[in-house]
């Protein structure tokens, strides 16, 4: 990836990571400020509930006393005579909606719900509690048009020895609710617990019956399996609401009903809507202004760099002139500066270099041709001082010693010849003149030439020629000379014995040759100097044999390559093609 794409992607990423994280905050305190809000709502409303549903209480206690209190009451309690108006009369005076006058022992002596009901036994009121502290309370009651949720009384009226309960109240239904003022996206609904399983036609709020009430069945069923108030966001999207229950206690701490609060969810997912477009227009905004800025920096950045990465090129292939032009003062101006000085620098270590190289090479040559020729020399001149001394001391034995001398001086003489034509012979080789070349043939015969000396030294030679390679263009004369200089390297290096491998390999147009031996082995030091000119790990030699074989495979623009490691042989690898 380039490194201009790199950082408009890293601005990027940059630019929507912070959008990112900042809708991310925004949305998270915009949510805990509504739920707030909606706790405060909600405790304002549960508030308003519990004090509108104490005043009902009050009231009806106090209506139920003012009737304890009355002659009608105080008569009946003495006479005990059964009426079917009474309890109405008083209960419509009263403005209670239920009213029934209960004997002592239980008996129903008149009922404003039930007219015709009495002699009916109520129980529960001569179960010995002390209704005057009870105050108003929540009584499952049979009605004549169905099962209702009732806020009860009870006083007491006892004349002498006689008693008489007074039980009233009103139904807490959809009317009550209506008197609930709600903040708006609120409503709140009841629940009277009225049959042993749920029943959706038990579900009301201020205008009757809820619609879709069956969605709140396991709301409900979770308040009374845990008997607590529980929390539920029902819905889904804008539609959605949070409800928040109320339990509503009986006096047999029963559950007679559950309220339910329910806050409307649209505010807060209308605006966490507007939230997320304005975060993705800024994002969108954002990522323009990144690119564009992105794009600006990295230009300014990426120029120089680039400016600076081809003048390495270029001294990377040989123009060591190179210079990178800028005027910038920052560190891409130092760095460019520092390239300058840089290629300056390697410049004049260059010319020190190839100048010491020179030296160098005059010297090793020196070196070796004084190697060379001492040996010839000395030879040379011991026959001449011989001669020399024969012809002053022994005139009679002179022509025997001239005979002698002259034999000598004319091999070492033939000697001097073929060093100098070795030297000569690597100063001027002449170009490849290439054609089709049967390397598996040239490699075998090649071997063949060494059969006899390889089985004189002990070593096992062996070909593995590939029988796909087809002809390769090459100089047949010059390679029949590389295989020779690496056969003999191979020879020279096993002075114990082993194993010779030569190997073909047919690669796309051309060949690949490896020469393999067993031998002593090259340490890296040696491996890095093995094709220098003159250099030789030999104790003889001219140093020149891997130099011609290098210069060789080079005028055939292939490549030679060596691998090895000490006490474990040497492989030469060329390719051409």
């Known amino acids: 990836m380039m490194f201009r794409t790199r950082l408009l992607l890293i601005f990027t990423t940059t630019v929507?990571?912070?959008?990112?994280?900042?809708e991310l905050l925004v949305s998270h305190r915009t949510r805990l400020a509504f739920e707030g809000l909606e706790g405060q709502r909600v405790d304002a409303l549960v508030a308003q509930f519990q004090k509108e549903f104490a005043r009902r209480g009050q009231e009806i206690v106090r209506a139920v006393d003012d009737i304890a209190a009355s002659q009608a009451a105080l008569d009946l309690a003495i006479s005990a005579a059964p009426s079917t108006t009474l309890a109405g009369d008083l209960a419509k005076a009263?403005?209670?909606?239920?009213?029934?006058?209960?004997?002592?022992?239980?008996?129903?002596?008149?009922?404003?719900?039930?007219?015709?009901?009495?002699g009916y036994q109520e129980e529960w009121l001569a179960s010995g509690e002390n209704w005057k502290l009870r105050g108003a309370f929540l009584k499952r009651e049979e009605l004549p048009d169905g099962v209702a949720l009732a806020l009860r009384a009870v006083a007491t009226v006892t004349p002498g020895d006689r008693k008489l309960y007074v039980t009233g109240g009103q139904p807490l239904d959809r009317e009550f609710l209506a008197t609930l003022v709600l903040p708006?996206?609120?409503?709140?609904?009841?629940?009277?617990?009225?049959?042993?399983?749920?029943?959706?036609?038990?579900?009301?709020?201020?205008a009757g019956p809820v619609a879709r009430a069956d969605l709140f069945r396991p709301l409900i069923e979770e308040v009374e399996r845990q008997g607590r108030e529980v929390t539920q966001t029902l819905g889904a999207g804008?539609?959605?609401?949070t409800f928040h229950t109320l339990l509503l206690k009986g006096y047999e701490e029963n559950l007679p009903g559950v309220l339910l609060i329910g806050s409307s969810r649209r505010e807060l997912v209308e605006l966490e809507s507007s939230l997320l477009r304005t975060g993705i227009l800024v994002a969108a905004g954002g990522i323009l202004m990144a690119i564009a800025l992105g794009w600006w920096a990295t230009a300014?950045?990426?120029?120089?760099?680039?400016?600076?990465?081809?003048s390495a090129a270029k001294v990377a292939a040989g123009n060591w002139d190179a210079t990178v032009q800028t005027a910038s003062r920052d560190e891409i101006g130092q760095l460019a500066q520092a390239f300058n000085r840089m290629t300056g620098q390697l410049v004049s270590q260059r010319e020190r270099l190839v100048q010491a190289e020179r030296v160098a090479a005059w010297r090793e040559l020196a070196r070796r041709l004084a190697h060379e020729l001492k040996n010839p020399l000395f030879p040379l001149q011991i026959t001449v001082e011989n001669m020399q001394r024969a012809r002053e001391r022994f005139p009679e034995q002179f022509d025997e010693v001239f005979r002698e001398g002259t034999s000598t001086l004319l091999a070492e003489l033939a000697n001097l010849k073929q060093i100098i034509a070795r030297f000569s012979d690597f100063a001027k080789m002449p170009a490849p003149e290439k054609q089709p070349v049967d390397f598996n043939a040239l490699s075998a015969a090649t071997m063949k030439l060494f059969d006899a000396q390889l089985q004189q030294a002990g070593i096992r030679a062996s070909a593995a020629l590939d029988p796909t390679l087809g002809p390769v263009p090459a100089d047949p004369e010059q390679m029949t000379r590389v295989i020779r200089n690496l056969i003999l390297n191979a020879i020279d290096a096993m002075p114990a014995?082993?194993?010779l491998t030569v190997r073909t390999r047919a690669l796309a147009g051309g060949v690949r040759l490896e020469i393999a031996d067993t031998g002593q082995g090259l340490t890296p030091e040696e491996c890095d100097r093995l094709f220098t000119p003159y250099y030789t790990t030999k104790t003889h030699g001219t140093g020149l044999g891997l130099a011609i074989v290098q210069s060789v495979v080079?005028?055939?623009?292939?490549?030679?390559?060596?691998?090895?490691?000490?006490?474990?042989?040497?492989?030469?690898?060329?390719?051409?093609?």
């Open 497 to 499: 014995g082993g194993e």
């Open 300 to 310: 300014r950045i990426t120029r120089p760099v680039r400016r600076l990465a081809e």
């Open 16 to 22: 929507v990571a912070s959008v990112g994280l900042v």
């Open 184 to 206: 708006a996206g609120m409503r709140v609904l009841l629940y009277r617990h009225l049959d042993p399983q749920f029943s959706p036609a038990n579900l009301i709020d201020a």
């Open 238 to 241: 804008a539609a959605a609401e």
């Open 554 to 577: 080079s005028d055939h623009h292939g490549r030679i390559s060596v691998e090895s490691q000490p006490g474990q042989g040497t492989t030469f690898r060329i390719e051409l093609g």
């Open 94 to 118: 009263h403005g209670l909606a239920l009213l029934e006058l209960v004997a002592g022992d239980g008996a129903i002596l008149s009922s404003a719900e039930w007219p015709a009901r009495f």
